[in-house]
């Protein structure tokens, strides 16, 4: 925490960055978010937007339902069609160069 409480100059941004000590405690994502703006002296437009909507979130207690900017998604099952497995294709590797022609018998 010590990397987050750093002063910040910027009214704009000492606007969007004071909230709860306690929402950064919890999320490892407005912590990371803090800690970048301290690094680089600035955010893109993306980075304040997804910061206030789950500031916002965490602050209202929200529950973490679909679409929310904090929920993590399922891991999905490969599709079968398409998909190539050794064990399913097993061909001979090919020779590099061009095949030897047959000799005709003479």
Known sequence: MRQIDKPIEDVVFKKLFDI?????????????IKSNYLRFGSLSEKQIEVFKKVAAELKSGAPKGEGAATEI????????EGVDTREEKKKPAKQA?????KSKPK
Do not use: I, M, T
Not at 20 to 32: G, P
Not at 97 to 101: E, I, L, Q, T, Y
């Open 20 to 32: 709860d000590q306690k929402l950064y405690e919890s999320s490892s994502f407005l912590r990371s």
């Open 73 to 80: 998604p399922e891991p999905r099952e490969p599709e079968k």
């Open 97 to 101: 160069g061009r095949a030897k022609a």
